[in-house]
C-alpha cells in the first residue's frame, strides 16, 4: 500500500500509463487498427495543404473519487484533463466547427452534451415506452449499458477514421488527428510532478472535444440497433436505445429483442467497415429498378461514391436484360471491367396501374419466378462473354402490396393483405433459386429482409400469425422503399460484398 506522496505519485503514474496505452493482447481487434492506421496515412498524404501543428505535448491529470467505491482501488478514480489555456481556445474553435457536421449525422436518440437537447429527454423517452407499453399490455424490459472508461479507450487511429469518413476532412482533419499525436500527460499530486506519459489511446475526459469526438465515434453503433428495427417505439418511431454520451438504455417488449439488440451490438463492436485504400481491380456497377436510387442518395464516402448505378423506375428483369444487351459492351468498353450486380424482380411480381398508382399481384406468380429466373440465366450467359467480369445476383427484399396501395390512399388496402402472403412465398423462392445461381460461381448476396425480420412468436398474443407478419414494413417508406436508415443498413450490406469482389 502506499504511504508517502512519493509512492501514491508513482501508483497514479503507473495506472495512468496502462490506461493510456492500449492493450492488444485483451479482445482486441488488431487488424482494424492496422487498416485504420494505414488508411490515415494515406488519407494524410492525399489531402491538399500539409497542415502541420505540434501536438499537445503535455497536459495533466487530476483525480476525481467516484461515489461509493472502495478509496484504495486506483480503478475507482477517473482523471479529468487540465490543458492549457492556448489548447482551451483551439479546442473550442474547432469544437464549434466539427459541431456542425456532429449534428448532422449524430443519431437522434443521442441525448448527451447536445446543445438545445437536454439529457433529462431520455429519461422522457425510457417514461414514455414504459407507459405506451402498459397501455398495450406489453411487458418492458430494460437494460443499462455502461462503456467502462469510455472516454479513456477509444483508439486514436479508428477514431480518426470515423471522423474523416463523416466528412470532417482536409486541413481541419489534419490538425485534429496532429493534436492527439505523441500526447503526453503529467500527473500531479500534492506538489510532486510525474515524469511524461505517452498517450496513446483516450480523448481526455473533461476536454473540450471529447465529447463531440466520442459521440462521433460510437454513433454507428445507436445507428446500428435504430435500423435493425428492434426494441420499443412511440408509434412508429424507435426508441430501443436513448443514450447519454457513453450511458446507453436499451428498451425492449421481450426478451427475444432484447437478446437480438445486444447481438447487434456485440456484432457491429468486434468489425467495423474499413474501405479499401487501393485501387479496385473491377468496377463495381448495379442494376436495378428504384431501389437503387434510394441507396445511392446515402452514398457519402468516396467509396461509395465509386459505385456505378444503373437504375430505372419499375424496371423489370426482362426490360434489364433488354438494356443490358443493348448497352453492356459499350459500358464496358468505358468503364473497363466489371462487377455486375443484378438487383431486379421487385417489379416482376407486381402489377402497376398508373391511373390510380396502386399494385397487385400478377395472376400466375409462380409463372414469374421462373420468368426471372430465366432471365438471370440469360444475363449469366450475356456476361459470359466477358470473362474478367463478375456477375452477382442480389436477393430480393420482402415488399407488401398491401402498405404500398395504403400509402398511396387505397380505399380498401385490407383486401390485399393475402396477396401479401402469396407474394411473400414467391419472393422467397427466387431468392432460393438466386442463392443457388451465385453459388455456381462462388460469389454471394446480402439477405436484405433479415433488416425487417421480426419473430412475432416473442411477443404476440395472437396465434393466427400470417407471413406478412413476420416482417417490419415500417422500415420502409411506402411498403417497397426502403427509408434513410434502412438504405444505409442495405448499402453498407452491398459495400462489404463489393469489397470482397473488386479488390
Known amino acids: 500500500m502506499a504511504e508517502t506522496n512519493e509512492d501514491i505519485l508513482h501508483m497514479w503514474t503507473d495506472y495512468f500509463y496502462e490506461l493510456s496505452n492500449p492493450d492488444y493482447k485483451q ?67 474547432l469544437k464549434s466547427r466539427i459541431d456542425i457536421k456532429i449534428h448532422q449525422i449524430q443519431n437522434q436518440l443521442q441525448r448527451g452534451f447536445t446543445e438545445a ?36 479507450k477509444l483508439e486514436h487511429e479508428i477514431l480518426f477514421n470515423k471522423v474523416y469518413h463523416y466528412g470532417i476532412d482536409g486541413d481541419m482533419w489534419i490538425l485534429l488527428r496532429n493534436m492527439y499525436r505523441e500526447m503526453s500527460i503529467r500527473i500531479k499530486w500534492d506538489d510532486l510532478v510525474s515524469d511524461k506519459i505517452s498517450v496513446n489511446q483516450g480523448i481526455q475526459q473533461g476536454a473540450k472535444l471529447s465529447t ?54 456485440e456484432k457491429y463492436l468486434k468489425k467495423e467497415f474499413i474501405p479499401p485504400t487501393s485501387l479496385p481491380s473491377l468496377t463495381p456497377v448495379i442494376i436495378s429498378d428504384s431501389k437503387g436510387r434510394y441507396l445511392e442518395n446515402q452514398c457519402t464516402t468516396a467509396f461509395e461514391k465509386s459505385i456505378k448505378w444503373w437504375y430505372k423506375s419499375g424496371q423489370t428483369s426482362s426490360q434489364g436484360l433488354t438494356w443490358l444487351k443493348n448497352n453492356i459492351a459499350s459500358k464496358i468498353g468505358h468503364l473497363d471491367n466489371i462487377s455486375l450486380y443484378v438487383w431486379l424482380g421487385t417489379c416482376d411480381l407486381t402489377i402497376y396501374d398508373r391511373s390510380s398508382k396502386h399494385i397487385s399481384l400478377r395472376p400466375n406468380p409462380e409463372e414469374e419466378v421462373q420468368n426471372v429466373i430465366n432471365n438471370f440465366r440469360d444475363i449469366k450467359e450475356l456476361l459470359a462473354a466477358y470473362p474478367i467480369c463478375k456477375l452477382t445476383f442480389l436477393e430480393i427484399p420482402i415488399f407488401s402490396i398491401f402498405e ?12 390485399f393483405k393475402h396477396q401479401d402472403d402469396i407474394l411473400i412465398v414467391n419472393i422467397l423462392e427466387i431468392n432460393q433459386q438466386i442463392r443457388q445461381l451465385n453459388n455456381i460461381v462462388h460469389v454471394g448476396s446480402p439477405a436484405f429482409s433479415l433488416n425487417i425480420y421480426h419473430s412475432v412468436a416473442c411477443k404476440s398474443k395472437n396465434s393466427r400469425k400470417r407471413p406478412r407478419d413476420l416482417y417490419n414494413f415500417n422500415l420502409y417508406i411506402d411498403g417497397i422503399h426502403p427509408k434513410v436508415n434502412l438504405s444505409k443498413v442495405w448499402l453498407r450490406k452491398i459495400s462489404n460484398r463489393i469489397t470482397t469482389d473488386c479488390w
Not at 48 to 57: A, D, N, Y
Not at 62 to 88: C, H, S, W
Not at 125 to 146: P, Y
Not at 216 to 237: F, K, P, Q, R, W
Open 27 to 93: 479482445d482486441f481487434d488488431y487488424e482494424k487498427y492496422e487498416l485504420s492506421t494505414l488508411q490515415n496515412t494515406i488519407i494524410e498524404k492525399i489531402e491538399k495543404g500539409k497542415l502541420k501543428i505540434e501536438p499537445i505535448r503535455e497536459e495533466k491529470y487530476m483525480m476525481l473519487e467516484e461515489e461509493n467505491k472502495d478509496r484504495q482501488n486506483p480503478a475507482n478514480y477517473r482523471g479529468i484533463t487540465v490543458t492549457k489555456i492556448f489548447t482551451k481556445i483551439l479546442q473550442s474553435v
Open 117 to 152: 437537447i437536454p439529457m433529462i429527454f431520455a429519461a422522457f423517452l425510457a417514461s414514455e415506452a414504459i407507459i405506451q407499453s402498459s397501455e398495450d399490455d406489453q411487458e418492458v424490459l430494460l437494460l443499462t449499458l455502461d462503456a467502462e472508461k469510455a472516454f479513456d
Open 212 to 265: 463531440s469526438l466520442y459521440k462521433c465515434y460510437n454513433n454507428a453503433i445507436l445507428d446500428s440497433v435504430t435500423e435493425s428495427g428492434l426494441g420499443c417505439h412511440m408509434g412508429t418511431i424507435g426508441i430501443a436505445t436513448p443514450t447519454c454520451a457513453d450511458d446507453i438504455l436499451v428498451l425492449a417488449n421481450s426478451e427475444c429483442e432484447l437478446q437480438g439488440i445486444m447481438d447487434i451490438l
Open 404 to 415: 404500398w396501395n395504403k400509402s398511396h390512399d387505397h380505399p380498401s388496402p385490407s383486401q
